[in-house]
């Protein structure tokens, strides 16, 4: 039962007790069409470096496990958990710098990883921060999806390293052997990369620790470049976010204020995470609230796909979170498993006290599903907190300020940050200026200057509007990016952030997202890419090739029936979906239709597959769908 629907008089819902630190703004006008926010409570002081942190609780809690993974077993499966201590940390940490500062690298000569999320990332990354030399882990995508690693090969041109490390040389040795110039050392794991020398990893760990760690160490601060972390590229190649101490630690304690959940010294934080660290998600919001606060990390080697959904459900029977972060794709699996499955059901809510999602939009559906499997099993429901931020924000920026959260709300801002909020063509942008924003670009002056206005303020590029107008300490809702957004050949806009959010609530869970088409056309129309979800629903066998699922009458008529049902809510051309069609292709990562996290870019899947949109609104499209009586 959603809340819009509860009957009156029926009782609120309880939920499991959580406090949430801001709950209350002030709103300043400023010239015509802006307004400032920010939270009353003001920004605690915090570590000038994550680097204090680590060395804190290595010396306070040495025993304390500070990240685990499965060790990989011969014939591809995990096996049982490897646990590293923050002892065995800050001391491998320092020979790893050590290694590092031996070879003279540096910011214009910096360490690149290409690897997923592992305990050597872990190491080798708290080895840069030791040194003070910058790291960048690179989307694996990069190396293992793309064909041409013409963004392997930007971000490598853009950073200039002097080191790139891989897990594994047989899965990133052809990536390395086409991209990485001959002349940069390349230290692996595991594997080789034929006919390329390498340093094994091995001889990193066996570098003997010297003062020279503590004079490097001592050399940083809180203007000292931590990492680089590249942008989607979702309308140019992606760019080079700069990342320092003082965002970095600034903005960790922006979220013990936001989220007070996360400093309880009685429950520090277990996270059991898939996140990527190449994303701000993963590696900057999770990593540094576990370093921050002495919590423990379990590694997740699954990810929200068919053929690594089930090593997540599998990790999750055995580690129970206190607090447990993921996307929509991967919350609506969850919940779905959670119906048949005790034992995960069991475990997974036994001590959580916040579950928190972004990315995407939430399907109210998955919402609601969560509430009902909590409320039979622990008599309670679980606080599912969302917000708003970005790379160039930390990225924590807007929190919600209670339990009652629905699928849109943001919330708002978290300490120390202003938000500036300016009327842009009937959306309002929010602009974000506080100690958490990035410096620029790395390397790209003139895209530094183009995101940051007159005052300072960095231009997200997001578009909000109040949950209520009459109450702004309620805070701000999602309303799409403004990029995005559109105008019909009648001059009426098309809001597409809504919109899409629509198509995948109607259409749950057989949609994963839609692209809105009909830039200065009579209607607007939807390229839909379906979930494997729609391989049930067709009654086809389960290898049948997935253009033929789509095609299927009880897959189509699925779909018109959600065209039918979107068209009756409708108000207007702006938010009438007149035609629609069913991508088989899925998106490509090297065109930018896509980030490894699943997101999915509108511009660039129009500027890639013009001709489809082109035929779906001249009515060549085979299996169009438009609504029917209506």
Same mark, same amino acid.
């Given at each position: 039962?959603?809340?819009?629907?509860?009957?009156?008089?029926?009782?609120?819902?309880?939920?499991?007790?959580?406090?949430?630190?801001?709950?209350?703004?002030?709103?300043?006008?400023?010239?015509?069409?802006?307004?400032?926010?920010?939270?009353?409570?003001?920004?605690?002081?915090?570590?000038?470096?994550?680097?204090?942190?680590?060395?804190?609780?290595?010396?306070?809690?040495?025993?304390?496990?500070?990240?685990?993974?499965?060790?990989?077993?011969?014939?591809?499966?995990?096996?049982?958990?490897?646990?590293?201590?923050?002892?065995?940390?800050?001391?491998?940490?320092?020979?790893?710098?050590?290694?590092?500062?031996?070879?003279?690298?540096?910011?214009?000569?910096?360490?690149?990883?290409?690897?997923?999320?592992?305990?050597?990332?872990?190491?080798?990354?708290?080895?840069?921060?030791?040194?003070?030399?910058?790291?960048?882990?690179?989307?694996?995508?990069?190396?293992?999806?793309?064909?041409?690693?013409?963004?392997?090969?930007?971000?490598?041109?853009?950073?200039?390293?002097?080191?790139?490390?891989?897990?594994?040389?047989?899965?990133?040795?052809?990536?390395?052997?086409?991209?990485?110039?001959?002349?940069?050392?390349?230290?692996?794991?595991?594997?080789?990369?034929?006919?390329?020398?390498?340093?094994?990893?091995?001889?990193?760990?066996?570098?003997?620790?010297?003062?020279?760690?503590?004079?490097?160490?001592?050399?940083?601060?809180?203007?000292?470049?931590?990492?680089?972390?590249?942008?989607?590229?979702?309308?140019?190649?992606?760019?080079?976010?700069?990342?320092?101490?003082?965002?970095?630690?600034?903005?960790?304690?922006?979220?013990?204020?936001?989220?007070?959940?996360?400093?309880?010294?009685?429950?520090?934080?277990?996270?059991?995470?898939?996140?990527?660290?190449?994303?701000?998600?993963?590696?900057?919001?999770?990593?540094?609230?576990?370093?921050?606060?002495?919590?423990?990390?379990?590694?997740?080697?699954?990810?929200?796909?068919?053929?690594?959904?089930?090593?997540?459900?599998?990790?999750?029977?055995?580690?129970?979170?206190?607090?447990?972060?993921?996307?929509?794709?991967?919350?609506?699996?969850?919940?779905?498993?959670?119906?048949?499955?005790?034992?995960?059901?069991?475990?997974?809510?036994?001590?959580?006290?916040?579950?928190?999602?972004?990315?995407?939009?939430?399907?109210?559906?998955?919402?609601?599903?969560?509430?009902?499997?909590?409320?039979?099993?622990?008599?309670?429901?679980?606080?599912?907190?969302?917000?708003?931020?970005?790379?160039?924000?930390?990225?924590?920026?807007?929190?919600?300020?209670?339990?009652?959260?629905?699928?849109?709300?943001?919330?708002?801002?978290?300490?120390?940050?202003?938000?500036?909020?300016?009327?842009?063509?009937?959306?309002?942008?929010?602009?974000?200026?506080?100690?958490?924003?990035?410096?620029?670009?790395?390397?790209?002056?003139?895209?530094?200057?183009?995101?940051?206005?007159?005052?300072?303020?960095?231009?997200?590029?997001?578009?909000?509007?109040?949950?209520?107008?009459?109450?702004?300490?309620?805070?701000?809702?999602?309303?799409? !990016? @403004? %990029?995005?957004?559109?105008? /019909? +050949?009648?001059?009426?806009?098309?809001?597409? #952030?809504?919109?899409?959010? &629509?198509?995948?609530?109607?259409?749950?869970?057989?949609?994963?997202?839609?692209?809105?088409?009909?830039?200065?056309?009579?209607?607007?129309?939807?390229?839909?890419?379906?979930?494997?979800?729609?391989?049930?629903?067709?009654?086809?066998?389960?290898?049948?090739?997935?253009?033929?699922?789509?095609?299927?009458?009880?897959?189509?008529?699925?779909?018109?029936?959600?065209?039918?049902?979107?068209?009756?809510?409708?108000?207007?051309?702006?938010? !009438? @979906? %007149?035609?629609?069609?069913? /991508? +088989?292709?899925?998106?490509?990562?090297?065109? #930018?239709?896509?980030?490894? &996290?699943?997101?999915?870019?509108?511009?660039?899947?129009?500027?890639?597959?013009?001709?489809?949109?082109?035929?779906?609104?001249?009515?060549?499209?085979?299996?169009?769908?438009?609504?029917?009586?209506?």
């Amino acid at each position: 039962m959603t809340e819009t629907n509860r009957p009156s008089g029926a009782a609120a819902p309880r939920y499991r007790p959580l406090t949430f630190g801001v709950t209350r703004v002030t709103l300043q006008d400023g010239e015509a069409g802006t307004r400032y926010l920010q939270a009353e409570q003001a920004l605690d002081s915090h570590a000038e470096r994550m680097t204090d942190r680590l060395l804190h609780w290595a010396r306070t809690e040495p025993s304390r496990t500070f990240m685990a993974q499965r060790e990989r077993l011969a014939d591809g499966r995990t096996g049982d958990w490897r646990h590293v201590s923050y002892a065995e940390a800050l001391s491998t940490a320092r020979r790893i710098a050590q290694a590092l500062l031996n070879r003279g690298l540096s910011t214009e000569r910096p360490v690149v990883i290409l690897s997923e999320n592992s305990l050597e990332h872990a190491l080798l990354a708290l080895g840069c921060l030791l040194a003070g030399i910058p790291h960048c882990p690179a989307s694996p995508a990069y190396s293992t999806v793309s064909q041409d690693y013409d963004k392997l090969r930007h971000v490598l041109n853009t950073l200039t390293p002097g080191l790139v490390f891989a897990t594994d040389g047989s899965r990133y040795g052809r990536a390395i052997a086409a991209a990485v110039a001959p002349e940069t050392e390349v230290v692996l794991v595991h594997g080789q990369v034929e006919g390329r020398a390498h340093t094994d990893w091995q001889a990193l760990l066996n570098t003997a620790d010297t003062e020279a760690v503590d004079a490097a160490l001592q050399a940083t601060g809180p203007d000292t470049i931590t990492k680089f972390l590249f942008t989607s590229g979702s309308t140019k190649l992606p760019k080079a976010v700069i990342n320092t101490h003082r965002m970095w630690c600034a903005n960790q304690q922006q979220m013990r204020q936001s989220m007070p959940v996360l400093a309880d010294p009685d429950l520090p934080p277990v996270l059991i995470d898939w996140l990527p660290w190449n994303h701000t998600f993963g590696g900057n919001h999770n990593v540094g609230l576990t370093i921050y606060n002495g919590g423990t990390l379990y590694i997740d080697d699954g990810k929200p796909t068919p053929a690594l959904m089930q090593e997540t459900l599998r990790n999750l029977r055995e580690i129970a979170p206190t607090v447990y972060f993921n996307v929509p794709t991967g919350f609506e699996a969850i919940a779905n498993a959670m119906k048949t499955d005790d034992v995960l059901r069991k475990n997974l809510l036994s001590r959580v006290r916040m579950f928190f999602y972004a990315g995407a939009a939430l399907a109210q559906s998955v919402w609601d599903d969560l509430h009902q499997l909590q409320e039979a099993e622990v008599g309670e429901r679980i606080v599912m907190g969302t917000g708003l931020g970005m790379t160039e924000s930390g990225p924590f920026a807007i929190f919600v300020t209670g339990p009652q959260v629905k699928s849109g709300d943001l919330g708002v801002p978290t300490p120390g940050l202003t938000l500036k909020l300016v009327d842009i063509d009937g959306k309002t942008e929010v602009r974000y200026r506080g100690p958490n924003i990035t410096p620029g670009y790395w390397r790209a002056p003139e895209e530094t200057a183009a995101h940051f206005d007159s005052e300072g303020f960095f231009c997200s590029g997001d578009a909000v509007q109040w949950i209520d107008p009459n109450d702004v300490h309620q805070g701000l809702r999602f309303d799409g !990016r @403004i %990029a995005e957004d559109f105008k /019909l +050949a009648t001059g009426t806009f098309v809001s597409v #952030g809504p919109l899409r959010a &629509k198509i995948t609530a109607a259409g749950a869970p057989y949609v994963q997202d839609a692209v809105l088409t009909g830039i200065n056309l009579k209607e607007v129309g939807a390229l839909i890419f379906p979930t494997q979800a729609c391989r049930a629903l067709s009654g086809l066998p389960a290898d049948a090739p997935w253009a033929e699922v789509l095609q299927s009458a009880p897959v189509l008529a699925k779909f018109q029936q959600v065209v039918n049902e979107l068209a009756s809510h409708a108000t207007g051309s702006a938010n !009438r @979906i %007149a035609r629609a069609a069913l /991508l +088989a292709e899925p998106p490509s990562i090297d065109k #930018g239709e896509v980030t490894d &996290k699943g997101s999915i870019n509108q511009r660039a899947v129009l500027k890639h597959r013009d001709a489809l949109v082109q035929a779906l609104h001249q009515g060549t499209l085979p299996n169009t769908l438009q609504p029917q009586g209506n």
